[in-house]
Structures are given as C-alpha cells and as structure tokens.
C-alpha cells in the first residue's frame, strides 16, 4: 500500500503528501465503525481523508466534517474529497482537534478517528510520521474528554488502536462517562496474537449479562487463512465494499 494512491470501488485516495499511507487499520475501522442513523460524522485526524470518504459512501445521509492539523495531508485530504462523488457532503477542516473541539457548534452522532497510539517506544526519524504515529499530539486522556462533549447522548467514538493502548483507553474512558459499546479483536493469521482492537465507545453504560441488548458486543476477525493463500470470508464480506478485489 505504498503506492502514491490507493483505488478502491467508488474514490480513489492520493496519499503521496500524507506522512500515514492507506492501510489496513483504517479500512477495517471504517467498513466496521456503526453510525446508526447519523445526521453528522466527525473524522478527527483525516489525513488523506479516507475514513471521512468510507463514511460518506456508507452513510448518504449524513454530513462528514475532517479535521487534519498536517498542512500536506490536509490538503491532500481536500484534494481527495474534491475528486470524491461526495464533495458535496464532506468538509475537510484545517485545525487541531481540541481547538476546534473548543469552538465547535455541532453534536456528532460518531467520531471516528484511527489516532496515534505509541507512547514509550523509539520515533521514527520523520518528523510527519513521528507527529501521526504517537500520542503527543493527541493524548488519548484528551481525545477521550473531548469526544464525550462532541457527542449526542446516543453518539458514538469509534477508534483503532494495539491492544495495549485499547485497554487503556478503556481503562480511562468511564472517567468521562464513556463505555466500551462494541469491540473487535483482530488477528492477521489464526496463530499470531491479536494486533489491533476496534472499539466503539457510548455514553450507555453496558447493562448486566442477561439484561439483553445493552451488554456490550464482542467479536474476532482474522484476515488471512493460516496457509496465507487468501483472505479469510469474514474479512472479505466486511470489506467487500470497498476493496476492488482480493
């Protein structure tokens, strides 16, 4: 996924000003992310823009707010959403996240967002990865308490991250009365450990086992079959909207 842009069904994303290249991360949190009903989306950190475009093909009814802080993937994002058929729904916003968390008019009925996760580990010599890839930038303590004020009281923060880090922003979500909704651990091969965890987080506390359908939902995914000699059928019917083949 390295190449200077990535086609998929109904858009193409060009990604060569972009420090993070379309990967796997972000494809599987935007095919499996649930906006219900949204009226207005919120993709915080867009970078080339491609979880706001994954929202407007799926949601046709909702309007898309991107904002992106990086000067380059900001307007490679609005290079991308110009080109887009949804140009029309989806507005690429130049700022950084708490600014305009600060200021911003709106409720979200989602916010999506594939944040930087690393906190303790080397960074890389780029600076513009160094800034996408750790949470300097974006402390999940503030993305967290930002989010909750964002959202409609049936909103919804949905997020990807390692599995470490998605325990702990867990851990301190119900600090800011957010709680784990739906959760997705994914494998790349039946015998690797699980490498990412999708988490949707709501201002629903889950209710006790046997109390129905509040008790949160948990769920695998794993994306290769053991021999590598395809993508396993889960895999494939989650993206199939998106990918051109496999």
């Known amino acids: 996924m390295g190449n200077d842009f990535f086609r998929f069904k109904q858009f193409i994303v060009r990604q060569g000003g972009a420090a993070m290249k379309v990967g796997v ?20 950190g867009a970078g080339t823009g491609l979880l706001a475009l994954m929202m407007a093909q799926r949601y046709p009814d909702a309007l898309i707010d991107a904002v992106e802080i990086d000067t380059e993937a900001y307007l490679q994002a609005c290079e ?3 080109n887009s058929p949804w140009y029309n729904r989806i507005q690429v916003i130049y700022d950084d996240f708490f600014h305009y968390a600060a200021q911003c008019p709106f409720r979200y009925d989602l916010l999506i967002s594939n944040p930087p996760y690393f906190t303790a580990s080397l960074k890389p010599s780029d ?6 890839r750790h949470n300097d930038s974006l402390p999940h303590s503030r993305l967290l308490s930002e989010s ?7 909103g919804v923060l949905a997020v990807v991250l390692p599995p470490t880090e998605a325990t702990m922003l867990i851990e301190k979500a119900e600090v800011y009365g ?3 909704k739906r959760m997705l651990r994914v494998q790349s091969l039946p015998e690797k450990p699980v490498y ?3 988490v949707e987080l709501s201002a629903s ?7 129905g359908s509040g008790e949160r939902l948990e769920g695998s995914l794993c994306i290769e079959k053991s021999d590598r000699s395809d993508y396993t059928d889960e895999y494939k019917k989650l993206t199939m909207e998106f990918y051109l083949k496999f």
Do not use: C, Y
């Not at 600076?127 to 996408?132: L, S, Y």
């Open 25 to 44: 991360d972000s494809v599987l949190l935007g095919a499996w992310a649930d906006a219900g009903d949204a009226v207005r989306i919120l993709d915080v």
């Open 148 to 154: 909750a004020k964002l959202l409609r009281p049936s």
């Open 178 to 180: 957010l709680f784990v």
């Open 127 to 132: 600076a513009k990865r160094d800034v996408a």
């Open 205 to 211: 506390p889950p209710l006790s086992k046997g109390e």
């Open 196 to 198: 990412r965890m999708l």
């Open 80 to 82: 991308n959403v110009a």
